[in-house]
C-alpha cells in the first residue's frame, strides 16, 4: 500500500552507476556503519533491473565519541570540529550510498549545547563540507538542529538544542544557504515554514 510514497531508483548492473531516483513523497535514509549489513538486505538482494526502496549512507570513519566514557566523551567531541570532510567520507557516491550524514558537531566545536556566536569562519567551514558531499556525488544532510529553552522542552535529546529557536534557526539559515540537502530538526514545521518563506 505504501510502495507508491516511496523514492526509489533501478538497481544498475554496477553499484558505481547511480541510476536517477523516482521521487514520491517519502525517501528512506538509513545510515551505514563500518562493516554494516543493511547494503546486503536493501541493495543485494535487489535484482539488477529491479527498483531500491531504501538508500544508504557513506560510512564514515568509526570514531564515535558517545562510545566513550563521559570523561572522555566531551574532549573528543571537541576534537571532531578539527577533522576535514576528507577524513571523514573518501568513497564516491553510488546506486546505494547515497547520503552524506554530518553530525553539527563537525561543523561548531562540542555541537549544538556548545554552539557561541555564529561566525564568518564557521558558515565556510559549513559550506565546505556541503561542498566536498556533492563533489562525490552525495545528498548532504545535518542533524539534529533542536533550539528551546526549558519550558520548550518536548523530551527531544538535549544534546542536540543550541539553547534558544532563534539560534537554532540561524544554523538552518547557513544550511540552506550552503545548500544542504537535508536538515533534521524535531521542529520541522517551524523549519519548513522558513524553507517556504525563503523560495
Same mark, same amino acid.
Given at each position: ?29 538509513? $545510515? ?75 561543523? $561548531? ?7 557561541? $556566536? ?82
Amino acid at each position: 500500500m505504501y510502495k507508491a510514497w516511496l523514492t526509489t531508483a533501478v538497481k544498475a548492473d554496477d553499484l558505481a552507476k547511480q541510476s536517477p531516483p523516482d521521487l514520491e513523497p517519502m525517501i528512506v535514509l538509513v $545510515e551505514d556503519k563500518q562493516n554494516d549489513i543493511k547494503q546486503q538486505f536493501f541493495y543485494d538482494r535487489v535484482p539488477v533491473g529491479g527498483r531500491i526502496p531504501v538508500f544508504g549512507s557513506a560510512a564514515k570513519f568509526d570514531e564515535n565519541p558517545m562510545k566513550l566514557p563521559r570523561e572522555k566523551r566531551d574532549e573528543a567531541v571537541a576534537l571532531l570540529a578539527t577533522r576535514e570532510p576528507q577524513q571523514l567520507v573518501t568513497q564516491k557516491a553510488d546506486n546505494y550510498h547515497r547520503r552524506f550524514g554530518v553530525n553539527w558537531a563537525f561543523i $561548531e566545536k562540542g555541537g549544538a549545547t556548545l554552539a557561541r $556566536e555564529w561566525t564568518t569562519a564557521k558558515e565556510e567551514r559549513l559550506k565546505k563540507f556541503v561542498d566536498y558531499g556533492h563533489r562525490l556525488g552525495y545528498l548532504v544532510s545535518f542533524h539534529c538542529l533542536d533550539g528551546y529553552s526549558d519550558s520548550e522542552y518536548q523530551g527531544w535529546d538535549k544534546d542536540y538544542n543550541f539553547g534558544s529557536q532563534d539560534a537554532a534557526r540561524i544554523r538552518w539559515n547557513a544550511a540552506i544557504r550552503a545548500h544542504a540537502d537535508l536538515i533534521s530538526t524535531d521542529q520541522y514545521e517551524t523549519l519548513a515554514g522558513l524553507i517556504r518563506t525563503r523560495r
